[in-house]
């Protein structure tokens, strides 16, 4: 299966329990040559593969076959993630890639660029000229690939396990020409700009 054969589409929350079975399917699978079965189980049990409130913000999106089942999921947000101590909001022009994720009999077929891709243009297109994220072991590849640089490494905290081991990074984005002057103009008049929502 190619991308071409695939629809990109709006995450909805009647899509919930698909995309999250799609999620933890894969992180039992492809996650399982960086972390170990109860580290991963862990993860699912206490923190999760996905935030609900990334769908209610419109920037989550989800890869569909012509079947109609979930192939991969991933989006931005300006929340940061629930497991993460401080602010609710990451600070102006910056965004958080959020829960990307592809189902492991898909997996290698260049879905996980086409989510990244489109979540990426998504978010030029609302103002946003920075992309941070967190990592896991075994998705650090595909952000290398895509330009993406490493902050620092870091453990999540889970019970009865050694922690969940990520890469923190980020990826500067060159904003279209109109978000560009609208962002001069803001500067000038002493405001910050706030992210608009896709409607």
Known sequence: MRPSHCTIVPASLHQ??????MQERSLRRLGSHCYSSRQIEAFIGHIGTLDERLIAEGHYFA????????????????RAPRYEAGADKVEAGCALVRSVFVAPEAARQGLGSAILGHSEDDARLHGIAM???TATHSGLPLYVAHG???DRSLEI????TDGFACVEMHKRLALPAACLSETSSAARRGQSREVRHAL
């Open 16 to 21: 919930v329990p698909a995309i999250r079975a």
């Open 148 to 150: 993406y640089q490493v």
């Open 157 to 160: 905290r889970l019970p009865e």
């Open 131 to 133: 992309l941070r994220l």
């Open 63 to 78: 890869v569909m076959s012509q079947q109609g089942g979930v192939l991969a999921s991933g989006g931005w947000s300006v």
